[in-house]
């Protein structure tokens, strides 16, 4: 059964780090491409960054140069590094993992809260 669960949200001041965490069970890490999404109140779900199975990366403009992306194949674990929070980056944060057998199938996570104070 594949599950994804987030870890390592909180609440932090603004110009703070935090680290988020996806393990991926099911066995379908190593050949799926991951995501960070994140839907803040009363707005739609948005892409925050992406990375294939192969780690090439991608970042949504209003992250870029503060976020980081990364996945640890034996860990079966997608991170992302957020540094320099600003208040506007609050949200609840969602992993995906879009799989790639016969057809692509899509798998969220439960979500974990990022909260940023001015």
């Known amino acids: 059964q594949v599950q994804l669960v987030e870890s390592g949200g909180g609440l932090v001041q603004a110009g703070g780090s935090l680290r988020l965490s996806c393990v991926v069970s099911?066995?379908?890490?190593?050949?799926?491409?991951m995501g960070w999404y994140r839907q803040a109140p009363g707005k739609q779900r948005e892409v925050v960054a992406l990375?294939?199975?192969?780690?090439?990366?991608n970042y949504a403009d209003s992250v870029k140069g503060r976020f980081t992306i990364s996945r640890d194949s034996a860990k079966n674990t997608l991170y992302l590094q957020m540094n320099r929070l600003k208040p506007e980056d609050t949200a609840v944060y969602y992993c995906?993992?879009?799989?790639?057998?016969?057809?692509?199938?899509?798998?969220w996570g439960q979500g974990t809260q990022v909260t940023v104070s001015s």
């Open positions: 990375i294939t199975s192969g780690g090439s990366t």
């Open positions: 995906k993992a879009d799989y790639r057998a016969w057809v692509i199938r899509t798998y």
């Open positions: 099911g066995g379908i890490f190593a050949v799926s491409d």
